[in-house]
């Protein structure tokens, strides 16, 4: 099959397949020689209200590659969707919020809104980066806006280059763009024909050829980050975090402390006795760390004061509530480390918190 044929052929069957979208497939069979695992489909958030437009995101493969992993996905609009232009295709990823999911160190680059999960390790693999100044990393892959055809129909494919995942591990999850998808098996090798250019490298054509040197100078472990796994109780009062090696428990101080106070409320004890039943059924060792959050409404000073004093006051009601032989710290951080955005009302709540912090036992 020629060039333009097999491009036609892949653009099609992509289109198809996206019109009977729901839960992604587990992995598919080659489409006219292009790898699909799976497929979803997202609405531009400039384009909420009429719906006009959709957007394809297209997970291909994840690969072992000259000590890599790399994923290749594509994305453009669907061939019913209203024209528009990169950042309509761009600005279906999420909010940037969103698109910095995974990584603690933030950047604007939406095409690198992509992440690996080794749940068996409960870590998160993320794409590398370069350079110094957080506010302005560069993302080892397809970065660059013009990397999309905007055209309705039109698909472009793109990769992502992470850090090494272990040898040990066969299959993972992966997000592309705000959407997951589960149980990809990790292959070997770089897809090809692999295809150098600046402009948009459309599916069944080729695939983007790999940075390997500026892969090779970021910084691989400030790209793996512990997985967090959140449950919450149904009233939205108590939620727990599980990381690789350390669990927390967090509390929220609007139901523990009356406005800017310190004093438990009645409703405190019930909190804190759930608290200290998970502490107990998963059995922690060694140091449960006591630490007070607030939001950032107030001086800093006056909000670590805050958050300490509410830390003193949940660790005196916790102690005789957990087993012998567990040492227990407080702690205050006042507005320093938010879980959500201080710019809104439900924000604000979430980072109004205490979090007990502590190992479970059989982790080392």
């Known amino acids: 099959m020629n060039q333009s044929r097999l491009r036609r052929s892949a653009l099609g069957a992509l289109a198809a397949l ?40 297209t997970l291909h493969s994840v690969r072992r590659v000259e000590g890599l992993t790399v994923v290749y996905w594509s994305v453009g609009l669907r061939a019913d969707s209203k024209a528009g232009d990169q950042a309509d295709v761009t600005n279906a990823f999420g909010l940037d919020s969103t698109a910095n999911l995974f990584r603690r160190r933030v950047h604007g680059e939406s095409m690198c809104n992509i992440g690996v999960i080794d749940r068996a390790a409960k870590k998160v693999y993320t794409p590398l980066a370069i350079g110094t100044d957080p506010t302005t990393l560069t993302c080892v892959g397809s970065t660059f806006v013009d990397a999309i055809d905007p055209t309705p129909g039109a698909i472009s494919v793109a990769y992502a280059a992470l850090p090494a995942l272990p040898d040990e591990v066969e299959r993972v999850s992966v997000t592309v763009a705000g959407r997951v998808f589960a149980d990809v098996p990790v292959e070997s090798g770089a897809l090809l024909p692999a295809v ?118 949940a660790a005196k009601e916790l102690r005789p509530l957990l087993p012998d032989g567990l040492e227990v710290t407080v702690d205050g951080k006042g507005e320093s480390e938010p879980i959500a955005s201080n710019e809104t009302a439900s924000g604000k709540q979430q980072n109004r918190r205490v979090t007990v912090t502590f190992t479970p036992g059989g982790t080392s």
């Open 196 to 313: 150098s250019t600046d402009e948009p490298i459309a599916v069944g054509t080729g695939w983007p050829v790999i940075d390997l040197e500026s892969a090779r100078r970021a910084d691989a472990e400030s790209s793996i980050y512990p997985l967090t796994e959140h449950r919450a109780d149904l009233t939205g009062n108590l939620g727990t975090r599980e990381e690789s090696e350390t669990t927390s428990v967090d509390i929220a101080a609007d139901v523990l402390f009356a406005v800017d106070e310190a004093k438990l409320t009645p409703k405190a004890r019930d909190l804190l006795r759930s608290a200290a039943k998970e502490i107990t059924e998963q059995k922690a060792t060694g140091r449960v760390t006591i630490t007070g959050h607030t939001d950032s409404d107030g001086s800093q000073s006056h909000n670590l004061d805050l958050s300490t004093r509410r830390a003193q006051a």
């Open 18 to 57: 996206g019109l009977g979208l729901g839960v992604p497939p587990a992995q598919a069979d080659d489409i006219d020689g292009v790898p699909v695992v799976g497929q979803a489909e997202a609405t531009p958030t400039s384009n909420q209200d009429d719906g006009a437009r959709k957007v394809l995101i």
